[in-house]
Structures are given as C-alpha cells and as structure tokens.
C-alpha cells in the first residue's frame, strides 16, 4: 500500500508523463517533420513510465521556493529527457549491453543499434531547446539552468562518469574512485534537479548550495540504494538485469563493505539530508521523505 | 594557389580552433574534472582540422549586422561542436562505418566505440553550454538561438536526416525524399549558422529570414557538390573514401541526373544566393564568394 509520499510521487509522475507526451508529438515546435520510426523510439525511451524521480525533484525544490506551473514542469520534463537519452545509450551494445529496461526491451533491440544512437541524441538535443523556450522562467534563469545542465550532463558530469564505468570494467578502482565515478554518473544529475528548483524560482545563493548539497547527499543515497539492490533483488522486481555489476566483476560500495554497512550508511545520509534542509522546517518534509524514499527503495 | 577568399577562410578556421581548443581544454569551467580518455577522445573528434565552414558562416553573418568578438566566436564554435559530434556518431559501425576522416582514424578507431559515443555526447552537451555562457550576446539572442539549434540540429533536422539517410541504404527514395533527407541532414545546420548572425546581432527579423533563405540555398549547393565530389575524387584528396554512396545503393541527384546536369545546377543555386544578399550590396561580397567557394570545392 503506497503512503501519501508514494501518492504524490505518483501524482508528478503523470504530470511529467504528460508534459513528456506533449513535447514528443510531431506537432511540438521541436519536433514538426520528425521521421516516423524516429519518433517513436524517441518515444519509446522516454515515454517507458518510471519514477520521474529527477523531475520531481525539480518540481519540489521549484515549490519549496514559491515556484510552479508549466515553466517548472518543461524544465522537469527536460531534465527527465536528458536522464532517459543516457539510458537509451548506456543500454547499447558497445555500453551496458542490456536487453531490457523497465521491463521492455531496450531501444536498440526494439528498433535497432543506429535509431538508439539517434534517438537519444535526439532526447538530449531536444532537452536543450524545452528549457530554452520555457517562457514563463526568466530568461537569466533559463541560461544559468542550461549552462548548469551541460556541467553536470556533460563530459565532467554524467557522461564523464558513463566513462568512468566502463574502464572500470578492466580496471581495479580503489573506494575514492568508485565514489567519484558515482558521484559523476548518477550523482551530478540528481544534484543539478535540486538545484534547478532555486535557480528557476530566483532563490538565494545560499538556498541553491544548500539545496545542490541536499542532492548531493541523496545521490549518493541513490546509487548506493541501487547497488544494493543489483546484489539483494531480482530481476522481475528491477525491470531489467540484476546482480550485474557483481557478474562483470565491478566493485561497489555494498560488495567491499557488506550489506549491513549499506544500510547503516543509507540511515546516515538521510539524517544528513534532513539536517540540510532544516532552516526550511516543515516545508521542507517531502524532499525530506524523498531522501527516506530513495534509501529505503526496494525497486 | 589559395584566393583572397581562401585565405580569410583559412584564417577564420584558426581563430575557429584556437576558440575550440579552449573549450577543450581541460582547465574550461565545463570540462573541470573530465576523464582524460574522454577529454582526448572529444579533441581527436573536434580539433581535427577540417575547413571550419559552419563556423565561419557565423562569424561573417554576424559580421555583416555589425557583430563581432568573443560571443560571437563562442557561438561559432559551439556550432563546430554539434558538427563535430555528428561527424563522431555518423562514423560508429552502427551508422555509415568510417574509417577514415580527414585523413586520420575516426573516433572509434583511435579510442572504442563506448568512448567514440561518449565524446559525441560530449561535444553535443558542451556546446549548449557554450552558447549559455556566451555572455557578450544578450540573454534573449542566447536563448533564441539555443532553441533553434535545438530545432536545427535534432529530430526535425540534422539527427532526422542522418535516419532518413540510413533507412535510404534499405529503401527506394524518391528525388523529393533524397531532397528533403538532404535538407534536414546537411542543409539545416548550415541554414541555422547563416540565421545564427543575425540573431545573435539583434537584427531584424526581414533580416533573419534573408540569411536563412541563403542558408538554405548554399545548404544545398554543399550537398550537391559533396555528391558530386563523392562520384569523382579520389579518396586521397577527400580525406576519407570516396565512392561510398554508389557502392552502397544510395541514390544521389548527381547519380539520377547526372555530372553536367549538377554543375548546370550548381551554378544556378550559387546565382540564387547572391541575388538574395543583393539588398546588402558589397558588404555581402565575403558570403557570395562563400557560396561560389562551396559551390566549386574540389574536397
């Protein structure tokens, strides 16, 4: 039985699902003349439901600051592009190698190879131009937002930490290097959807480093929640693949200390957490929830 | 013996690498902590030389509305980015398989394919964040011009045609389809760098529209010239191989109608472009010998 937190999640799920749907049709602005088959794999990877875990994020780190409507949620919607454009290329061959994703094939086996790697160049491309013209944000806050979302999708970012992965697939990493890989591959984008929220609703600078330190800490909760459950799940329950990192002979966090001390670890990252966001009180319980959420998620 | 023209091209290209090398480098606020394989692997993919065209255009549009230094060559080089990831993508063995480019090994062959993926990921990330960070251009330019390179060079455009281009090696196409895959694949990011001058000057919109027009126009005439260039040189002179598109079934206009009718074609579109800058007079002279350039280049 989901709780109220699970129930608002759910809640911005569909909304973005929504603004998603729209912003993929052939008669969005960015997307009129599209080929057929083109679009649908676009839709394909972005439209497979999920969490809408980053963009909710956005939507409340944007509300905690009084900001809300149809700007906040394209820049939700955009971020949330951004994040399934990556798997849709992490899932190929010459990546990950993975068949399924959320319990469907993968766009390279529902299509093929070339259409996934154009497909999600096209997602990130069109992520871009969603925040460009989401008008109802002011203009110097729509470039902070895309000069801040190439950082931490790029090559220092997310896509650095993709690379990362890979070679530590032939190398041995120590624990500073497997954080720091994390901290780039998963952490960087989870960071930068609490930090959209101040930055969209013109917050102080203060309230944008502390709430980028609040996703910082719950993106490590993230991966470290995720890593335990590739060793602990099964694959009905995740959707796709699972004890892989262990079978390709990756180091994880959970595999080097133990299982217990995961847990005991995921408990303090959410007392960190809750700790950043205490000058907010109260209004801050759901993003304190989603922190809670995050370690304790069981798929 | 290169003309006044070659040489202010040839000069404009350095201007282009010196600006993109910077942005490469790893000590760039968007590139701070990028994997070194990767970082290399984008430089392999950008900094190869090449004739700098897109960028150039930029530069000499914004020139022609009184617009130039340091804004305006960040935006010309984030427009040199999104070519440069699209030559990296294009070259994968999943997509047209290349060897070669410019005369040295593609991506993947220098480095791997997850690595070849990953720094066109790159590039394409890094360049909105150029453009973003471009402070010399106003808020408002930067934001219009994110967003039509967002149109230009996605699903509706660049990454559109490359996947009409692929489903072309499988299915018959018509002279309208090769036309229109033509104009989305190559013609649209050139269309946008003629359009980006204008924006990014603040001119008018009668202005923006005539500068597009000529994008348009000497998009085409490149494309025709390349088809042309691909039947008849030699794979020394090209950098890369030559004859592919025969070999592999694709239908070129110079394939359906031949060398003579192209050439008769060529001149007409190059007439075309020029009588579109005639409200300029002489000011417009550097952009009609670009189109003459693209119309008669030998590589």
Redesign the interface.
């Known amino acids: 039985m989901p709780n109220a937190f699970e129930f608002r999640l759910k809640d911005a799920a569909a909304e973005i699902e929504a603004v998603l749907a729209e912003s993929l049709e052939g008669a969005h ?7 057929a ?3 649908e794999a ?1 839709r394909h990877g972005a439209l497979a439901g999920g969490k809408r875990l980053r963009p909710f994020l956005v939507m409340e780190t944007a509300r905690l600051f009084g900001a809300a409507g149809p700007g906040v949620a394209g820049v939700a919607a955009a971020l949330e592009c951004v994040h399934c ?1 990556s798997l849709v ?1 992490d899932d ?1 061959p ?2 990950d190698d993975d068949d399924l994703r959320r319990g469907r094939p993968t766009v390279h086996k529902a299509f ?4 996934a ?2 497909a ?3 997602l ?3 992520s ?6 989401a008008e109802a944000i002011a ?2 806050a ?3 937002l ?2 801040a ?3 931490e ?5 997310m ?2 930490g ?3 992965d ?2 530590a697939e032939t190398e041995m990493l120590g624990e500073a290097e497997i954080s720091r890989m994390q901290a ?1 591959k998963t952490g960087a984008l989870i960071a930068f959807a609490c930090e959209a929220g101040p930055i969209l609703a013109g917050a102080a600078e203060e309230d944008r480093r502390r709430l980028r330190r609040f996703g910082e800490i719950i993106g490590l909760a993230f991966q470290l929640a995720d890593d335990l459950l590739d060793e602990t799940a099964e694959a009905s329950a995740l959707g796709k693949a699972a004890g892989k990192d262990r079978a390709r002979g990756k180091k994880t966090l959970p595999a080097l200390h133990g299982h217990d001390w995961t847990r005991a670890r995921l408990e303090q990252l959410v007392g960190e957490a809750s700790e950043c966001l205490a000058p907010y009180g109260e209004r801050a319980a759901v993003l304190v929830d989603a922190a809670r959420f995050i370690a304790a998620r069981q798929s």
């Open positions: 602005p960015l997307m009129r003349g599209t080929p088959r083109l679009a676009m454009y290329h190929l010459a990546m093929d190879e070339a259409t790697i154009l999600g160049d096209a990130l491309t069109l871009f131009g969603l925040v460009a013209g203009p110097q729509r470039l902070t895309i000069e979302l190439s950082r999708a790029g090559a220092a970012g896509v650095g993709q690379a990362l890979l070679a780039m």
